[in-house]
């Protein structure tokens, strides 16, 4: 059977397809030793695969969930020499990477594995899956501002698909808000934008659940494996036309 060429190098933990088909198109793949710059190449599984001169291992696919903590990158690596997610995995010998990004100051849910296909599909804009985060924010909420993020903020890339906002609790005091907001979009560093959008300001957020998924048992830095079964209810979420099915 054979496969695009791009597809291989996903399927391989490298990368993700969409950064596979740069690469070909850059004049760093090589197939049997020649060098391949067409995206419609296709591969069988007697054949040489190397991409930077390096030939491609085919590895087992792996899922973990991690709770990421704040001050890390979600990333492989960081030029400026942060601590990155995968610096948390040292007893695994697989490619893995991040999927999605969560910003450098937020904690929660992420998901890491070496599934450029998995990874994909996840992240392709028709298939994004809820996204539920906990923000304390500044100052006290009030119901037309809950409406606003929930019809949807006007941002400098766009307005922001309708969500739904719920306010946990209020601290007087300190003049602070607790809102649970769950969205569907991928968008940078979007809720912050959202909440400073209607003037609150974040002064901490966490993403608790990527669809049905969270980190409970795990501290911040720890991960585990998911089972068979996670994996393939993240696939129906990620593959149904509803992104509102619930498990």
């Known amino acids: 059977m054979q496969q695009r ?6 399927q391989a933990g490298i990368t993700s397809r969409r950064k596979a088909e740069d690469l070909i198109l850059e004049g760093k793949v090589k197939v049997n030793g020649k060098l391949i710059k067409e995206l419609g190449f296709k591969v069988s599984s007697s054949d040489t695969i190397e991409v930077n001169e390096i030939p491609l291992i085919k590895e087992e696919k792996v899922y973990f969930v991690m709770y990421k903590p704040t001050g890390v990158i979600s990333a492989v690596s960081d030029d400026k020499g942060r601590k990155v997610v995968t610096d948390f995995f040292t007893d695994v010998k697989e490619r893995i990477f991040p999927i999605g990004r969560l910003d450098y100051d937020t904690s929660g849910v992420l998901l890491i594995t070496n599934d450029g296909d998995f990874s994909n599909l996840l992240m392709h804009p028709k298939h994004e899956i809820d996204k539920q985060y906990i923000a304390k924010v500044e100052g006290m909420l009030t119901k037309q501002e809950v409406n606003q993020l929930e019809k949807g903020i006007k941002l400098v890339d766009g307005i922001t698909a309708p969500a739904k906002a719920k306010v ?41 659940k990527i669809g049905f998924l969270g980190v409970e048992g795990l501290r911040p830095g720890e991960y585990r494996v998911l089972s068979i079964h996670e994996v393939k209810r993240l696939r129906a979420l990620a593959q149904t036309n509803d992104w509102r099915l619930k498990y």
């Open 5 to 10: 060429l791009q597809k291989v190098i996903a």
């Open 168 to 208: 946990i609790s209020f601290d007087r005091k300190k003049q602070t808000s607790i809102v649970q907001l769950t969205i569907h979009e991928g968008r940078n560093r979007q809720v912050r934008r959202m909440f400073e959008a209607i003037g609150h300001k974040v002064k901490k957020l966490k993403r608790e």
